[in-house]
């Protein structure tokens, strides 16, 4: 065969990232269970490059030039191991077999080391960008052997969204599922960011009392700034839409129940069994589950709380000033816990992911990019093993500039009865991270007391506990 990569799964994922590949310069096989997509594709876009039509599997797997190297587009899942069974067979030693759907890290661990006793190489892609980052240039975040990577690198590095300073926005992230993972947490953090914005938006409106179109105004004045990024540029698009059909702001006529597809959810599902503190991505996705609670709402709806009163101008604008430190600063913590669970997962499944490198791919083509990236990829340059982003000079220094106003907001979302609960969650993270004492130590005497659980004293080595039953003298455990 003469194709360098093949592409199978051919609905609007699958065909721009062939269209991609064959605006790059690539031969694309290109290959569906319904040939008609097939036809499709290089009836609409055959003039975009060279693609090679298969009908197939035999002729799709005929068509690649080896080693091969093919792309599984489909649904994440059951139809993921089944198009994969379809294939392997077809299959020789030193080929490679691309998962770029959302798949679950375990998921891609388990095939991964299935097809590699098979003598494939199986590497599981997280792509981000959605429809038009696949077609234009999406963030890529694979995973699988370094050999494997080797032979898919250079196609990946051409098909990429480049950074502000031209690199390609891929990297090889780690071995087996450290692709998948990292997708997962970006996603974890999409969902943080999102809920950040959102309370922004709620608290102009609600305390500052702006109007959906001041707030688009804000927002953009904010994208010129610090904050930077896609997800406040098309916030302001979408509060400045007007509802043709009621000529009202769109976001007024919108249902207000966010769904989610699960990514969020297996991010804070993993952090919890990893043990990893990410408070403001699990407020994100329990501030979407409580959104579709109607009834839960609906019977609480006349529970008692104040009115909120909206300030004058000169008042409003100083609070919106605050927000901006409020959200910006639980922004720092987000990332903080995002890169944390990036590597809480790299050191347990032993992938050695590079944190900085992740950062310098997220610069471009996925739904977190933003300016900030950029600042996270200089601290992890500056310090490789750096333990936490708050322990960057100069992220502490932001934080810590933005610390009154971010508590202003959050005492004054507080008492105006305003739902904030991502930056609330943030800023107990940042205080309790400062805290000299934690209650932590209040926690563990009630452990031992009802327990037995034992604890550790600060000013001796070994495991006591307390005869809470008896006469409370203290008996060295273990
Ligand atoms: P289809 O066009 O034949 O439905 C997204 O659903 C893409 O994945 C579609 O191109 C779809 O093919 C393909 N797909 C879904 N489930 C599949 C399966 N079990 N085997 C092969 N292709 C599948």
């Given at each position: 065969?003469?194709?360098?990569?093949?592409?199978?799964?051919?609905?609007?994922?699958?065909?721009?990232?062939?269209?991609?590949?064959?605006?790059?310069?690539?031969?694309?096989?290109?290959?569906?269970?319904?040939?008609?997509?097939?036809?499709?594709?290089?009836?609409?876009?055959?003039?975009?490059?060279?693609?090679?039509?298969?009908?197939?599997?035999?002729?799709?797997?005929?068509?690649?030039?080896?080693?091969?190297?093919?792309?599984?587009?489909?649904?994440?899942?059951?139809?993921?191991?089944?198009?994969?069974?379809?294939?392997?067979?077809?299959?020789?030693?030193?080929?490679?077999?691309?998962?770029?759907?959302?798949?679950?890290?375990?998921?891609?661990?388990?095939?991964?080391?299935?097809?590699?006793?098979?003598?494939?190489?199986?590497?599981?892609?997280?792509?981000?960008?959605?429809?038009?980052?696949?077609?234009?240039?999406?963030?890529?975040?694979?995973?699988g052997s370094a050999e494997s990577y080797a032979s898919l690198g250079p196609l990946l590095e051409r098909i990429a969204a480049k950074a502000p300073d031209g690199t390609p926005c891929v990297t090889h992230v780690g071995p087996d599922g450290a692709g998948h993972f990292v997708k997962m947490v970006h996603n974890g953090i999409?969902?943080?960011?999102?809920?950040?914005?959102?309370?922004?938006?709620?608290?102009?409106?609600?305390?500052?009392?702006?109007?959906?179109?001041?707030?688009?105004?804000?927002?953009?004045?904010?994208?010129?700034?610090?904050?930077?990024?896609?997800?406040?540029?098309?916030?302001?698009?979408?509060?400045?839409?007007?509802?043709?059909?009621?000529?009202?702001?769109?976001?007024?006529?919108?249902?207000?129940?966010?769904?989610?597809?699960?990514?969020?959810?297996?991010?804070?599902?993993?952090?919890?069994?990893?043990?990893?503190?990410?408070?403001?991505?699990?407020?994100?996705?329990?501030?979407?589950?409580?959104?579709?609670?109607?009834?839960?709402?609906?019977?609480?709806?006349?529970?008692?709380?104040?009115?909120?009163?909206?300030?004058?101008?000169?008042?409003?604008?100083?609070?919106?000033?605050?927000?901006?430190?409020?959200?910006?600063?639980?922004?720092?913590?987000?990332?903080?816990?995002?890169?944390?669970?990036?590597?809480?997962?790299?050191?347990?499944?032993?992938?050695?992911?590079?944190?900085?490198?992740?950062?310098?791919?997220?610069?471009?083509?996925?739904?977190?990019?933003?300016?900030?990236?950029?600042?996270?990829?200089?601290?992890?340059?500056?310090?490789?093993?750096?333990?936490?982003?708050?322990?960057?000079?100069?992220?502490?220094?932001?934080?810590?500039?933005?610390?009154?106003?971010?508590?202003?907001?959050?005492?004054?979302?507080?008492?105006?009865?305003?739902?904030?609960?991502?930056?609330?969650?943030?800023?107990?993270?940042?205080?309790?991270?400062?805290?000299?004492?934690?209650?932590?130590?209040?926690?563990?005497?009630?452990?031992?007391?009802?327990?037995?659980?034992?604890?550790?004293?600060?000013?001796?080595?070994?495991?006591?506990?307390?005869?809470?039953?008896?006469?409370?003298?203290?008996?060295?455990?273990?």
């Open positions: 065969g003469t194709a360098q990569i093949g592409v199978t799964g051919l609905a609007v994922m699958g065909r721009n990232l062939a269209r991609n590949f064959a605006r790059n310069g690539f031969t694309v096989a290109v290959h569906n269970r319904t040939a008609a997509r097939t036809r499709a594709l290089v009836e609409e876009f055959g003039g975009e490059g060279t693609f090679v039509a298969a009908e197939s599997p035999e002729e799709f797997v005929a068509a690649l030039e080896r080693p091969r190297r093919l792309v599984i587009m489909v649904k994440a899942g059951d139809a993921t191991d089944a198009v994969i069974e379809e294939f392997a067979p077809l299959l020789e030693e030193g080929d490679v077999i691309i998962d770029g759907g959302n798949a679950h890290f375990a998921d891609t661990r388990r095939r991964e080391k299935e097809l590699r006793e098979r003598g494939i190489h199986f590497v599981g892609v997280g792509i981000s960008g959605g429809e038009e980052g696949a077609l234009h240039g999406p963030s890529i975040m694979p995973g999409e969902y943080a960011d999102m809920q950040l914005i959102a309370e922004a938006y709620h608290l102009l409106r609600t305390v500052a009392g702006y109007s959906p179109e001041q707030i688009a105004q804000t927002f953009r004045t904010w994208n010129t700034g610090r904050l930077d990024s896609y997800l406040i540029e098309i916030t302001a698009e979408v509060l400045a839409h007007t509802d043709a059909a009621t000529d009202r702001p769109f976001v007024d006529v919108v249902m207000d129940q966010a769904e989610q597809k699960g990514t969020g959810r297996w991010t804070v599902q993993i952090a919890l069994d990893l043990g990893v503190p990410v408070s403001g991505i699990a407020e994100a996705v329990f501030a979407r589950s409580l959104s579709g609670h109607a009834e839960l709402r609906e019977v609480s709806r006349s529970l008692p709380g104040p009115q909120p009163r909206p300030l004058d101008a000169e008042e409003a604008g100083r609070f919106a000033d605050r927000v901006e430190q409020a959200l910006y600063a639980s922004k720092i913590v987000s990332y903080t816990q995002g890169f944390h669970q990036v590597q809480a997962g790299s050191e347990a499944y032993g992938w050695e992911v590079d944190a900085g490198s992740v950062a310098a791919i997220w610069r471009a083509g996925c739904i977190i990019r933003a300016a900030f990236l950029d600042r996270i990829r200089g601290a992890y340059d500056e310090q490789r093993d750096l333990p936490s982003l708050l322990a960057d000079k100069q992220f502490a220094e932001e934080i810590g500039a933005a610390q009154d106003d971010w508590r202003d907001v959050v005492a004054t979302a507080a008492r105006q009865g305003v739902p904030t609960p991502g930056f609330a969650a943030a800023l107990a993270y940042y205080d309790a991270l400062r805290a000299e004492r934690l209650p932590a130590a209040l926690t563990q005497g009630q452990r031992d007391f009802f327990g037995a659980h034992t604890y550790r004293r600060t000013d001796r080595e070994g495991s006591f506990h307390t005869l809470w039953g008896g006469d409370r003298s203290e008996v060295t455990a273990d």
